[in-house]
């Protein structure tokens, strides 16, 4: 083969999980092609991270999960593990590079652990724990967390963090690494990237204020950072994709300031570098946070947020927490970025309307807008391509099926019924798979994709109706933020109060002040150079005029006889009022006088015999 041929990119593909099988298949040229389908319904189907394998659990037989390798032809029932004791688990996940699958069931007492850790490639049994339920507020899933190289893992108990060897076998009982102590701990979340890094959650209790705190390992007897937080009963945690950064996003049931009927949320950035920048991220609307997701490209470092009462606010944010564009305010409360970071999705799912706007960040311009009803389930392909939405049951019990729309919001191009639908998920893929490409060039004239809208549906003289779809798509445009207005909001404590799913897809309602100034272009320099030499000018030009008009005041009297027709008293009260200005003036204690002030002073004899002849 020729060094200068490449290996062509693989086809997406798909999984789809309905009430009688679960079926497979191919994407191409906007077609779904089934490829493998079980007979059988099942109960569970999890990818792992690099998308080469998929763990089933079917309803019939035994029950038990099965993980079997995933291909472009679709799932290969050869080769395939069955995880022995598995009947009864409720919910499952890999380790970051597929090494192991933990399952968690209802324990059983005097029972064996009900959290357990199998090996993926060969389906035994490596260890397990005790646990309680999952679903419980507050309670850690994935129970058991590894770095992203599998070297350590850690999982939560009563007050403790327990950190192993995440890749030396786990039936070895000496692979126990450290015990960190934290009192009433509740969450913990384990950093993307080349460090050991990890969160601590302590929710309020008893009137002390909920915590969180970052460690490092090997180095655990300090965290590296904490915050304290008053009304923080849940939190939930973004790490940026290089495991420096990491926002906490705290939030209550209910809002002790009777503000909110949703409870109360608080947003912080907190630096597990050790840098001690630590910031309030100032929201662009004041409000309710929705969503908060970092773009997932590691040179990238920014991250956007929904917040505000409907309609919300998107912001574009950088890392030091400097507002950078603001998307314009719309019914949305989905933060959708597509796995190269380059285009993002701002939705309003769930109960809201089901709009949608793709935006190419790099550009920072709209490519389209676009609506469906009825989305549960949502998320990108991973060549970042195409973008598919999803109405699943028991949520939605009729109209179960997919739609498939390209990356700038046009379509759908695809859409597939199906009569009970429970689950759809795009098959992943690893990094480096398929390339990142930019937006397609637009042919010359062609339009930007935008909703269908019924003749005379302008905004001049609309209707109450047509008033209200205006504000649900968006009244306010997207602007660059205006970097020179930035607020310092390095983290201040909140006094009496408080100051997600993957980046890809999800599952509505599944999981949910600036900083230091830019740098500015060069230009940018200069015209605020110009603009401020102007303002100065003009203000100089302004404090002259005001200063000849006070000296023709106190000098042109003094230099003409008083007029005897005149009233006597306003004018000696006039002049009295001078010379005490002058008097003023003079007491300045050797002061440097400008030049206005200077000829009112010199003036002083010829007031002086003014009033004396006003006295007479």
């Known amino acids: 083969m020729s060094a200068l041929t490449q290996s062509p990119v693989p086809t997406t593909s798909l999984i789809l999980r309905s009430k009688t099988s679960s079926t497979s298949y191919t994407y191409t040229t906007s077609t779904l092609n089934e490829t493998t389908s079980s007979s059988s319904p099942c109960s569970l189907f999890k990818y792992s991270t690099c998308g080469l394998f998929v763990a089933v659990k079917e309803t019939s037989g ?99 963090v327990f950190i192993y060897r995440g ?59 904490g915050k304290s937080f008053y009304q923080a009963e849940e939190l939930t945690t973004a790490w940026s994709p290089n495991g420096e950064k990491c926002i906490v996003f705290t939030h209550t049931t209910v809002d002790t300031t009777g503000q909110s009927y949703y409870g109360s949320t608080s947003l912080h950035l907190l630096s597990a570098d050790g840098s001690g920048e630590d910031y309030a991220i100032p929201l662009a609307k ?54 190269h970071g380059r285009f993002v999705g701002l939705c309003g799912f769930g109960n809201l309307a089901g709009d949608f706007d793709m935006w190419d960040v790099n550009k920072r311009k709209k490519m389209g807008s676009n609506s469906t009803s009825a989305a549960v389930g949502y998320g990108w392909s991973p060549d970042s391509r195409q973008f598919m939405v ?49 937006q397609s060039p637009m042919k010359k004239g062609e339009p930007m994709v935008a909703r269908y809208r019924p003749p005379g549906a302008g905004s001049k003289g609309a209707s109450f109706a047509e008033r209200l779809r205006l504000e649900r798509e968006g009244k306010a445009e997207s602007k660059k933020v205006d970097r020179t207005t930035a607020l310092n909001a390095k983290y201040r404590p909140p006094v009496g109060g408080a100051g997600a799913s993957k980046y890809s897809g999800g599952v509505v309602g599944a999981a949910p002040v600036g900083g230091a100034p830019v740098e500015k272009s ?24 005001e200063a000849q008009k006070k000296l023709k005041a106190a000098v042109a009297p003094a230099s003409a006889p008083a007029d005897p027709g005149a009233d006597k008293e306003k004018r000696i009260k006039k002049v009295k009022k001078l010379l005490k200005q002058i008097g003023e003036l003079k007491g300045k204690g050797g002061g440097k006088l400008n030049e206005d002030q200077q000829k009112k002073v010199d003036g002083e004899a010829a007031l002086v015999s003014e009033l004396k002849e006003l006295e007479l």
């Open 522 to 545: 060069k230009n940018a320099i200069k015209r605020e150079k110009q603009k401020k030499k102007k303002l100065e000018e003009e203000k100089r030009l302004k404090e002259e005029q």
């Open 167 to 225: 890749d030396a076998g786990w039936s070895d009982s000496s692979n126990l690494l450290e015990r960190v102590s934290v009192e009433g701990v509740k969450q913990f979340s384990v950093s993307p990237g080349s460090s050991y890094r990890f969160t601590t959650f302590t929710p309020e209790t008893k009137g002390r204020p909920a915590k969180v705190a970052i460690y490092g390992y090997p180095n655990t007897k300090v965290a590296v950072t």
């Open 62 to 160: 035994t029950g038990e999960i099965a993980i079997v390798e995933v291909g472009e032809e679709g799932v290969k029932e050869e080769g395939k593990r069955v995880l022995e004791g598995t009947g009864k688990v409720q919910v499952a996940d890999f380790s970051p590079k597929s090494t192991y699958f933990v399952t968690w069931e209802r324990p059983i007492k005097e029972g064996p652990g009900n959290l357990k850790i199998f090996s993926t490639s060969t389906g035994e049994l490596q260890t397990s724990f005790h646990m309680k339920n999952p679903a419980v507020p507050g309670v850690s899933w994935p129970a058991v967390e590894w770095s992203s190289d599998e070297k350590i893992a850690l999982r939560i108990a009563t007050n403790s």
């Open 390 to 438: 999803s109405t699943t049951a028991p949520r939605m019990n009729v109209d179960n099926g997919v739609r498939i729309f390209k990356y700038n919001g046009a379509g759908p191009i695809t859409k597939l019924d199906v009569d009970v639908l429970y689950e759809a998920e795009w098959r992943p893929a690893a990094e480096g798979v398929y390339p990142d490409r930019p």
């Open 286 to 339: 004041e409000g309710p946070v929705y969503d908060v997701k970092w773009c997932p490209n590691p040179l990238k470092p920014f991250f956007i947020v929904l917040s505000g009462s409907m309609p919300s606010q998107a912001c574009l944010f950088n890392a030091k927490c400097e507002q950078l564009f603001l998307f314009g305010e719309a019914h949305r409360n989905i933060v959708s970025w597509s796995p």
